[in-house]
C-alpha cells in the first residue's frame, strides 16, 4: 500500500470525471471559474453521513448565494446514492468514486481501525477548491456538529 497523498492548500485539485445522481457526468475541469466544495464520506445512510449530507443540503442555497457548488462523495453506487437522496430529500449533488482512485488521489483513502479492525475505508474529509481550482482549505477528520457552518464561513471569507 502507498502512503497518502497529502496534499496542502495552495496545491491544485486532483482533476477527475465521476457519474452523480441523475446519471451526469461531473468534472472537476468543467467547474473552473466558480468555488467547489467536495465532502467526502464513508458511507450512504449510516448516522454521521446522513447529518452532514443534511446538513449540506439545508445549507445549499446559502452556498450557491456565496459562490460555492457543492457536491458528495463516497464510494457508494449512483444507485443507492438515488435511494439516499430520496429517503432523505437531499438536494446536495451526489459523486460516485466506486473506483476509489479519486480518493486516493485526495488523500481520503486510508487505513481504519475500528474495534481492533483494521479495513480501508474514506476518512470523513472537505475540500474547499477556488476558482482557478487549487486547494483553499482542507478539513480532515471531520466531526459532522458545525462542520457546514465552518465550510461556509470559509467560502464567505474567500469570497469577501
Known amino acids: 500500500m502507498?502512503?497518502?497523498?497529502d496534499l496542502t492548500a495552495g496545491d491544485i485539485a486532483p482533476d477527475f470525471t465521476l457519474p452523480r445522481d441523475g446519471g451526469d457526468l461531473v468534472s472537476l475541469q468543467d467547474l473552473k471559474g466558480q468555488a467547489v466544495v467536495l465532502f467526502f464520506y464513508p458511507r450512504d445512510d449510516?448516522?454521521?453521513?446522513?447529518?452532514?449530507?443534511?446538513?449540506f443540503s439545508e445549507s445549499l442555497d446559502a452556498f450557491k448565494e456565496?459562490?460555492?457548488?457543492?457536491?458528495?462523495?463516497?464510494?457508494?453506487?449512483?444507485?443507492?446514492?438515488?435511494?439516499?437522496?430520496?429517503?432523505?430529500?437531499l438536494t446536495t449533488p451526489l459523486l460516485s468514486a466506486a473506483e476509489h482512485s479519486t480518493c486516493e488521489d485526495y488523500g481520503v483513502w486510508v487505513e481504519k481501525n475500528m474495534y481492533?479492525?483494521?479495513?480501508?475505508g474514506i476518512e470523513r474529509s472537505t475540500f474547499l477548491i477556488d476558482a482557478e481550482g487549487?486547494?483553499?482549505?482542507?478539513?480532515?477528520?471531520?466531526?459532522?456538529?458545525g462542520h457546514v457552518e465552518d465550510v461556509l464561513q470559509a467560502v464567505k471569507e474567500m469570497h469577501a
Not at 502507498?2 to 497523498?5: D, E, W, Y
Not at 449510516?46 to 446538513?55: F, L, Y
Not at 453506487?77 to 430520496?86: M, Q, S
Open 116 to 120: 481492533g479492525r483494521k479495513s480501508m
Open 46 to 55: 449510516t448516522p454521521g453521513c446522513t447529518k452532514e449530507s443534511i446538513g
Open 66 to 89: 456565496s459562490g460555492a457548488t457543492v457536491f458528495g462523495l463516497s464510494r457508494d453506487t449512483v444507485a443507492k446514492h438515488e435511494k439516499f437522496i430520496a429517503k432523505h430529500q
Open 134 to 145: 487549487k486547494i483553499a482549505r482542507i478539513w480532515r477528520k471531520v466531526k459532522v456538529p
Open 2 to 5: 502507498t502512503a497518502p497523498i
